[in-house]
């Protein structure tokens, strides 16, 4: 740490002293103290409901994300998808202030909406909320209602709401909300009783890869299974610079998320962010639910590849059968660089459960599992995902509700090789003076990762090639000049 700072210290303390404590935040009687904190979160792995809501507005065609609260909580949505993305991320607020904390919002959701579709022209508006009209309980339906009756916006706009309170939840939580919600709203009076329509709706859930989703769409191209990515952030979040600002780019077309409703199947692939939608989809649909694990490693690429061909009757293509192959030969050369080294990994559920499905397959300890914000049920699914593997995965110790900050205690009395996580992740790395291998959301350091897939067999690939290399970088740094060899 630098010594000069632009900032002036409150406080002075001896450079014996800030030694001190630099070493003793590295123990095990800070860990233990760290550990029995209660009331203070630092540094979560986690975002705000309305976040995970406002992935999925932006992810239909001609869609402009509503956020009924505060502007502040608007720019942090805005910019972490922005510095993510390195994109536009379109979106508008009713900048509720001091006297709408006290009256209610109703009038700043009047003048919001209407301003909005007056100089914005969108085909939709979803409607979500932020902390504040949640503790005062403004009521969204009556206002959305009002501003229709009282002509602010026309009568037939779509206008999906949901409540993301982000006191209870994360970005997972708003993200199920605001699609159910939607898919509720655009498929309502829609079902086709003469039966299915031969589609597939694929829900990617929570998942700020654009590469994961192209991805999927050239498995089900090579398939010839006809589809409907619901919430397809693909086009919006990656599009082309060709010198044309485009307001709306890509999303999933409005009908088509509108026949939804009568799709042959709908899968989902993660579970922990669409729980609440596929029990909508289950009760509302026409067609066969079902929720897969993030197809992350081979084993579980096998598994949505399987499960879609026996649900369309396809087999699956040469050409896939082939990324196989080359996946499990990139793997089997990869690898004795990451068999028996530990990691610690932090991030959502479902891609903790798949990335630690994927560290096994390498032969990798995944030792420290971090989940800043789950429930009991995820801590017994990543368990017994562990206990699969009794030479590995037998080591790893699962933790949920903890923060980054909790990591930071673990990585440095129990160290490890490692860290898979998003940015927030660097701070441990740079402490523990271990690699941090970029998985997740938000990435806000580091480019292209968001067009990188981890799914799949490529991205069982590109995940190797990422953390085995640098592991080799750091042996030719750091080994004697005896051991600099041509060769690794
Ligand atoms: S936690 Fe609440 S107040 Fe904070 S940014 Fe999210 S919505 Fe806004």
């Given at each position: 740490m630098s010594t000069t700072t632009a900032v002036k210290p409150m406080t002075e303390h001896s450079a014996?002293?800030?030694?001190?404590?630099?070493?003793?935040?590295?123990?095990?009687?800070?860990?233990?103290?760290?550990?029995?904190?209660?009331?203070?979160?630092?540094?979560?792995?986690?975002?705000?409901?309305?976040?995970?809501?406002?992935?999925?507005?932006?992810?239909?065609?001609?869609?402009?994300?509503?956020?009924?609260?505060?502007?502040?909580?608007?720019?942090?949505?805005?910019?972490t998808f922005s510095r993510h993305f390195r994109e536009p991320a379109s979106?508008?607020?009713?900048?509720?202030?001091?006297?709408?904390?006290?009256?209610?919002?109703?009038?700043?959701?009047?003048?919001?909406?209407?301003?909005?579709?007056?100089?914005?022209?969108p085909a939709i508006i979803p409607v979500f909320t932020t902390c504040?009209?949640?503790?005062?309980?403004?009521?969204?339906?009556?206002?959305?209602?009002?501003?229709k009756n009282k002509g602010h916006i026309p009568a037939d706009l779509p206008t999906p709401y949901a409540n993301t309170p982000s006191f209870n939840g994360t970005h997972i939580n708003g993200y199920d909300s605001m699609l159910k919600a939607m898919l509720e709203y655009l498929t309502e009076g829609k079902k086709n009783e003469a039966g299915a329509n031969g589609t597939l709706n694929l829900i990617p859930g929570f998942d700020g890869n654009t590469g994961n989703l192209r991805e999927y769409k050239k498995y089900l191209d090579a398939m010839a299974i006809p589809y409907t990515m619901l919430a397809d952030i693909s086009d919006v979040f990656d599009s082309v610079c060709d010198g044309t600002y485009r307001m709306y780019s890509g999303g999933t077309p409005l009908a088509a998320a509108a026949d939804s409703i009568n799709a042959q199947a709908t899968v989902s692939l993660m579970k922990y962010s669409t729980l609440n939608t596929m029990k909508?989809?289950?009760?509302?649909?026409?067609?066969?639910?079902?929720?897969?694990?993030?197809?992350?490693?081979?084993?579980?690429?096998?598994?949505?590849?399987?499960?879609?061909?026996?649900?369309?009757?396809?087999?699956?293509?040469?050409?896939?059968?082939?990324?196989?192959?080359?996946?499990?030969?990139?793997?089997?050369?990869?690898?004795?660089?990451?068999h028996g080294k530990k990691f610690a990994v932090a991030g959502d559920p479902d891609y903790l459960l798949g990335i630690v499905s994927f560290l096994l397959e390498m032969g990798a300890i995944p030792?420290?599992?971090?989940?800043?914000?789950?429930?009991?049920?995820?801590?017994?699914?990543?368990?017994?995902?562990?206990?699969?593997?009794?030479?590995?995965?037998?080591?790893?110790?699962?933790?949920?509700?903890?923060?980054?900050?909790h990591m930071r205690s673990l990585c440095m009395t129990d160290p490890v090789d490692?860290?898979?996580?998003?940015?927030?992740?660097?701070?441990?790395?740079?402490?523990?003076?271990?690699?941090?291998?970029r998985v997740g959301f938000p990435i806000m350091d580091r480019v292209n990762l968001h067009r990188s897939p981890v799914i799949g067999y490529q991205g069982a690939v590109n995940l190797l090639t990422m953390i085995v290399n640098k592991f080799l970088d750091t042996v030719d740094e750091t080994c004697e000049d005896q051991w600099f060899e041509m060769m690794r």
């Open positions: 014996e002293e800030i030694e001190r404590v630099k070493n003793w935040i590295n123990s095990e009687e800070y860990k233990e103290k760290n550990f029995a904190r209660e009331a203070l979160v630092i540094n979560p792995a986690h975002a705000c409901q309305p976040l995970g809501a406002q992935m999925v507005a932006h992810g239909f065609e001609g869609s402009l994300p509503f956020i009924h609260g505060s502007q502040g909580c608007a720019s942090y949505f805005r910019s979106a508008t607020s009713d900048a509720m202030t001091e006297d709408g904390a006290v009256f209610g919002g109703q009038n700043n959701l009047f003048e919001g909406l209407e301003n909005a579709y007056a100089l914005y022209k504040m009209p949640e503790v005062i309980g403004d009521d969204l339906n009556a206002f959305i209602t009002n501003a909508s989809v289950e009760a509302n649909f026409i067609g066969v639910t079902k929720t897969l694990p993030l197809p992350m490693g081979i084993r579980r690429t096998d598994e949505f590849l399987i499960a879609l061909s026996e649900l369309f009757d396809k087999p699956i293509p040469a050409e896939l059968k082939a990324e196989r192959g080359r996946a499990v030969d990139a793997m089997t050369d990869a690898h004795q660089y990451i030792y420290h599992i971090l989940c800043s914000r789950s429930n009991k049920k995820f801590k017994k699914e990543m368990e017994a995902l562990l206990a699969t593997s009794p030479l590995y995965g037998a080591q790893g110790t699962v933790y949920v509700n903890k923060d980054l900050w490692a860290i898979i996580g998003d940015t927030h992740a660097k701070w441990v790395a740079r402490d523990a003076k271990i690699p941090l291998f």
